[in-house]
Protein backbone atom coordinates (compact mmCIF):
# COMPACT_ATOMS: atom_id res chain seq x y z
CA UNK A 1 0.00 0.00 0.00
CA UNK A 2 1.34 3.40 -0.82
CA UNK A 3 -0.13 6.47 1.51
CA UNK A 4 0.90 10.27 1.80
CA UNK A 5 0.24 11.93 4.88
CA UNK A 6 -0.92 15.26 3.94
CA UNK A 7 -1.14 16.68 7.09
CA UNK A 8 0.55 15.97 9.73
CA UNK A 9 -0.52 18.05 11.86
CA UNK A 10 -3.59 18.73 14.83
CA UNK A 11 -6.27 21.12 15.93
CA UNK A 12 -4.40 24.43 14.86
CA UNK A 13 -1.74 24.54 11.87
CA UNK A 14 1.37 25.36 12.42
CA UNK A 15 2.65 27.79 12.26
CA UNK A 16 -0.51 29.26 14.27
CA UNK A 17 -1.62 32.61 12.96
CA UNK A 18 -0.39 35.96 14.64
CA UNK A 19 1.96 33.27 16.69
CA UNK A 20 5.26 34.31 17.37
CA UNK A 21 6.36 31.62 19.43
CA UNK A 22 9.63 29.38 18.13
CA UNK A 23 8.09 26.48 17.03
CA UNK A 24 5.78 28.93 14.55
CA UNK A 25 8.26 31.19 14.20
CA UNK A 26 10.96 28.25 12.73
CA UNK A 27 8.11 26.97 10.82
CA UNK A 28 7.38 30.11 9.34
CA UNK A 29 10.76 31.12 8.40
CA UNK A 30 11.45 27.08 6.74
CA UNK A 31 7.95 25.77 5.50
CA UNK A 32 7.90 21.91 5.12
CA UNK A 33 8.55 19.78 6.88
CA UNK A 34 9.04 22.42 9.62
CA UNK A 35 5.07 23.85 8.98
CA UNK A 36 2.04 21.17 9.51
CA UNK A 37 -1.17 21.87 8.30
CA UNK A 38 -4.38 19.66 9.89
CA UNK A 39 -4.86 16.18 9.44
CA UNK A 40 -5.27 13.94 6.50
CA UNK A 41 -4.25 10.47 4.78
CA UNK A 42 -4.55 9.67 1.04
CA UNK A 43 -4.37 6.32 0.21
CA UNK A 44 -3.19 5.88 -3.22
CA UNK A 45 -4.25 2.48 -4.44
CA UNK A 46 -7.84 3.07 -4.46
CA UNK A 47 -7.61 7.24 -4.38
CA UNK A 48 -9.11 7.35 -0.68
CA UNK A 49 -8.93 10.46 1.40
CA UNK A 50 -8.98 10.85 5.09
CA UNK A 51 -10.72 13.96 6.80
CA UNK A 52 -11.33 17.05 4.90
CA UNK A 53 -9.39 20.28 7.19
CA UNK A 54 -9.72 23.75 5.79
CA UNK A 55 -6.09 23.89 4.53
CA UNK A 56 -7.50 20.16 2.29
CA UNK A 57 -7.27 22.26 -1.60
CA UNK A 58 -3.54 23.66 -0.78
CA UNK A 59 -2.70 19.90 0.23
CA UNK A 60 -4.08 17.93 -2.53
CA UNK A 61 -2.64 20.46 -4.48
CA UNK A 62 1.19 19.77 -3.24
CA UNK A 63 0.70 16.35 -2.84
CA UNK A 64 0.19 15.76 -6.61
CA UNK A 65 -3.19 14.16 -6.19
CA UNK A 66 -4.86 14.42 -9.71
CA UNK A 67 -8.01 12.08 -8.83
CA UNK A 68 -10.27 11.11 -5.89
CA UNK A 69 -12.56 8.28 -5.60
CA UNK A 70 -13.73 7.73 -1.75
CA UNK A 71 -13.74 10.41 0.97
CA UNK A 72 -13.89 8.58 4.39
CA UNK A 73 -14.26 10.60 7.43
CA UNK A 74 -12.69 9.19 10.84
CA UNK A 75 -15.27 11.62 13.04
CA UNK A 76 -16.87 15.20 12.41
CA UNK A 77 -14.80 17.72 14.55
CA UNK A 78 -14.37 21.24 12.98
CA UNK A 79 -10.63 20.38 12.53
CA UNK A 80 -11.42 16.81 10.35
CA UNK A 81 -14.46 18.17 8.04
CA UNK A 82 -13.98 21.90 7.89
CA UNK A 83 -12.56 21.95 4.74
CA UNK A 84 -15.27 19.39 3.12
CA UNK A 85 -16.33 22.32 0.60
CA UNK A 86 -13.20 20.87 -1.36
CA UNK A 87 -16.24 18.29 -2.81
CA UNK A 88 -17.84 21.02 -4.51
CA UNK A 89 -14.78 22.59 -5.46
CA UNK A 90 -13.53 19.52 -7.46
CA UNK A 91 -16.83 18.52 -8.62
CA UNK A 92 -19.33 21.76 -9.69
CA UNK A 93 -19.80 22.46 -12.94
CA UNK A 94 -20.45 26.14 -13.11
CA UNK A 95 -22.86 26.20 -16.34
CA UNK A 96 -25.05 24.09 -14.23
CA UNK A 97 -24.28 24.72 -10.58
CA UNK A 98 -24.33 20.67 -10.29
CA UNK A 99 -21.77 18.64 -10.16
CA UNK A 100 -19.82 16.99 -13.95
CA UNK A 101 -21.23 14.05 -15.13
CA UNK A 102 -19.25 11.20 -13.71
CA UNK A 103 -17.37 13.56 -10.41
CA UNK A 104 -19.60 12.65 -7.62
CA UNK A 105 -17.01 11.67 -5.02
CA UNK A 106 -18.09 8.51 -3.25
CA UNK A 107 -18.57 9.22 0.57
CA UNK A 108 -17.83 6.19 2.33
CA UNK A 109 -20.15 6.66 5.65
CA UNK A 110 -20.04 4.17 8.60
CA UNK A 111 -23.42 3.78 9.89
CA UNK A 112 -23.19 5.36 13.01
CA UNK A 113 -21.68 8.56 11.73
CA UNK A 114 -25.16 9.20 9.43
CA UNK A 115 -27.30 11.03 11.64
CA UNK A 116 -24.33 13.09 13.13
CA UNK A 117 -23.47 14.13 9.63
CA UNK A 118 -26.30 15.24 8.52
CA UNK A 119 -26.33 17.86 11.69
CA UNK A 120 -23.69 19.92 10.37
CA UNK A 121 -25.70 22.78 8.20
CA UNK A 122 -25.01 26.02 6.71
CA UNK A 123 -27.31 28.21 4.67
CA UNK A 124 -28.61 25.63 2.33
CA UNK A 125 -29.41 23.44 5.31
CA UNK A 126 -27.47 20.19 5.85
CA UNK A 127 -24.36 20.17 4.45
CA UNK A 128 -24.18 16.81 3.31
CA UNK A 129 -27.53 16.75 2.22
CA UNK A 130 -26.70 19.87 -0.03
CA UNK A 131 -23.84 18.14 -1.56
CA UNK A 132 -25.89 15.13 -2.26
CA UNK A 133 -28.68 16.86 -4.15
CA UNK A 134 -26.27 18.84 -6.32
CA UNK A 135 -24.56 15.26 -6.98
CA UNK A 136 -21.28 16.35 -5.39
CA UNK A 137 -20.74 13.18 -3.04
CA UNK A 138 -22.45 9.95 -3.55
CA UNK A 139 -22.96 8.32 0.10
CA UNK A 140 -22.06 4.95 0.42
CA UNK A 141 -23.25 3.65 4.10
CA UNK A 142 -21.54 0.45 5.28
CA UNK A 143 -21.71 -1.64 8.81
CA UNK A 144 -17.64 -2.16 9.39
CA UNK A 145 -16.55 -4.17 6.46
CA UNK A 146 -15.67 -3.23 2.47
CA UNK A 147 -13.60 -4.39 -0.15
CA UNK A 148 -12.65 -1.77 -3.08
CA UNK A 149 -10.52 -3.08 -5.62
CA UNK A 150 -8.29 -5.46 -3.40
CA UNK A 151 -8.04 -3.29 -0.47
CA UNK A 152 -10.17 -4.61 2.64
CA UNK A 153 -11.72 -1.81 4.51
CA UNK A 154 -13.04 -2.09 8.22
CA UNK A 155 -14.17 0.60 10.35
CA UNK A 156 -13.61 -0.14 14.39
CA UNK A 157 -15.93 2.55 16.71
CA UNK A 158 -14.80 3.97 19.22
CA UNK A 159 -17.20 4.98 21.36
CA UNK A 160 -17.48 8.65 23.21
CA UNK A 161 -19.96 10.37 24.92
CA UNK A 162 -20.83 12.84 22.04
CA UNK A 163 -19.61 11.04 18.55
CA UNK A 164 -18.31 7.91 17.33
CA UNK A 165 -14.68 8.10 16.42
CA UNK A 166 -13.51 5.65 13.64
CA UNK A 167 -10.38 3.80 13.66
CA UNK A 168 -9.82 2.30 9.74
CA UNK A 169 -8.10 -0.79 8.86
CA UNK A 170 -6.77 -1.30 5.51
CA UNK A 171 -5.31 -4.87 4.36
CA UNK A 172 -4.28 -5.61 0.91
CA UNK A 173 -1.15 -7.89 -0.54
CA UNK A 174 -0.72 -9.63 3.18
CA UNK A 175 -0.05 -5.82 4.51
CA UNK A 176 -2.00 -4.06 7.35
CA UNK A 177 -2.72 -0.51 8.41
CA UNK A 178 -4.16 0.55 11.36
CA UNK A 179 -5.22 4.33 10.95
CA UNK A 180 -6.47 6.02 14.44
CA UNK A 181 -5.31 9.65 14.50
CA UNK A 182 -7.47 11.55 16.92
CA UNK A 183 -9.44 10.87 19.80
CA UNK A 184 -9.01 6.98 20.11
CA UNK A 185 -9.56 6.48 23.94
CA UNK A 186 -10.05 4.12 24.99
CA UNK A 187 -8.01 2.27 22.25
CA UNK A 188 -9.68 -1.45 21.45
CA UNK A 189 -5.92 -2.72 21.52
CA UNK A 190 -7.34 -6.27 22.61
CA UNK A 191 -9.67 -6.32 18.78
CA UNK A 192 -8.42 -8.66 16.27
CA UNK A 193 -8.63 -5.91 13.81
CA UNK A 194 -6.18 -3.60 15.50
CA UNK A 195 -3.86 -6.33 16.25
CA UNK A 196 -0.30 -7.09 14.66
CA UNK A 197 -0.49 -4.23 11.96
CA UNK A 198 2.76 -3.21 10.34
CA UNK A 199 1.73 0.00 10.16
CA UNK A 200 -0.14 1.96 13.33
CA UNK A 201 -0.94 5.46 12.41
CA UNK A 202 -1.98 7.20 15.52
CA UNK A 203 -1.75 10.44 17.57
CA UNK A 204 0.94 10.43 19.69
CA UNK A 205 -0.92 11.64 23.06
CA UNK A 206 -0.64 14.49 25.00
CA UNK A 207 3.16 15.30 26.17
CA UNK A 208 3.29 15.73 29.97
CA UNK A 209 6.53 18.49 29.81
CA UNK A 210 7.42 21.29 28.18
CA UNK A 211 4.08 22.18 27.11
CA UNK A 212 3.49 26.00 25.59
CA UNK A 213 2.93 28.54 28.14
CA UNK A 214 4.64 26.44 30.99
CA UNK A 215 1.61 24.54 31.20
CA UNK A 216 0.88 21.24 32.65
CA UNK A 217 -2.10 18.99 32.02
CA UNK A 218 -4.10 18.64 35.52
CA UNK A 219 -5.62 15.13 36.69
CA UNK A 220 -9.04 15.99 35.67
CA UNK A 221 -7.81 18.15 32.20
CA UNK A 222 -10.68 17.07 29.80
CA UNK A 223 -7.57 16.08 27.22
CA UNK A 224 -6.84 12.91 29.18
CA UNK A 225 -10.40 11.66 28.53
CA UNK A 226 -9.45 11.74 24.99
CA UNK A 227 -5.92 11.08 24.96
CA UNK A 228 -3.71 8.67 26.20
CA UNK A 229 -0.20 10.31 27.02
CA UNK A 230 3.19 9.51 25.06
CA UNK A 231 4.34 7.08 27.03
CA UNK A 232 0.41 5.38 27.27
CA UNK A 233 0.12 5.19 23.48
CA UNK A 234 3.70 3.74 22.91
CA UNK A 235 2.79 1.04 25.76
CA UNK A 236 -0.59 0.61 23.97
CA UNK A 237 0.73 0.37 20.22
CA UNK A 238 3.17 -2.67 22.47
CA UNK A 239 0.07 -4.09 23.37
CA UNK A 240 -1.55 -4.14 19.68
CA UNK A 241 1.73 -5.55 18.50
CA UNK A 242 2.47 -2.99 15.73
CA UNK A 243 5.94 -3.48 13.75
CA UNK A 244 5.67 0.19 13.07
CA UNK A 245 4.31 3.50 14.11
CA UNK A 246 4.26 6.66 12.66
CA UNK A 247 2.72 9.67 14.92
CA UNK A 248 0.41 12.26 13.21
CA UNK A 249 -1.78 14.86 14.86
CA UNK A 250 1.20 17.18 16.28
CA UNK A 251 -0.67 19.96 17.95
CA UNK A 252 1.46 22.91 17.54
CA UNK A 253 0.60 24.04 21.11
CA UNK A 254 3.10 20.53 22.34
CA UNK A 255 5.68 23.50 21.69
CA UNK A 256 7.85 20.57 19.56
CA UNK A 257 9.71 21.15 16.53
CA UNK A 258 10.41 19.09 13.41
CA UNK A 259 14.10 18.35 14.37
CA UNK A 260 12.58 17.89 18.66
CA UNK A 261 10.91 14.93 16.95
CA UNK A 262 13.75 13.68 14.98
CA UNK A 263 15.74 13.52 18.26
CA UNK A 264 12.87 12.00 20.44
CA UNK A 265 12.32 9.33 17.44
CA UNK A 266 16.01 8.40 17.04
CA UNK A 267 15.40 7.03 21.24
CA UNK A 268 12.85 4.29 20.37
CA UNK A 269 13.16 2.17 17.84
CA UNK A 270 10.35 1.50 14.95
CA UNK A 271 9.14 4.61 15.49
CA UNK A 272 8.51 8.03 13.21
CA UNK A 273 6.82 11.29 13.35
CA UNK A 274 5.09 11.99 9.79
CA UNK A 275 5.59 15.01 7.93
CA UNK A 276 3.61 16.73 5.60
CA UNK A 277 3.98 15.33 2.20
CA UNK A 278 5.86 11.99 4.02
CA UNK A 279 5.00 9.16 1.53
CA UNK A 280 4.87 5.99 3.02
CA UNK A 281 4.98 2.59 1.62
CA UNK A 282 3.64 -0.68 3.00
Known sequence: MQLTVLGSGGCAAIPKPLCDCRVCTEARLKGAPYARCGPAVFVHDINLLIDTPAEISSMLNRGGITQLDYLLYTHLDPDHVEGSRILEQITLDYRTWQAHTGSSINLLLPEKQEERLYALKSQYGATFDYYQRQKFITIRTFNSHLK?????????????????????????????????????????????????????????????????????????HISRTTLYSFEQTLELAQKARASQILFVHLEEHWNRSYDDYLALASQYPGIRFAYDGMQVSV
Open 148 to 220: IDGVELTAVPVDRIRQTVYIYVFQSGGKKVVYAPCDVRPFPHDRQEVRGADLLIIQPGFFEDEIKHAFTYPPD
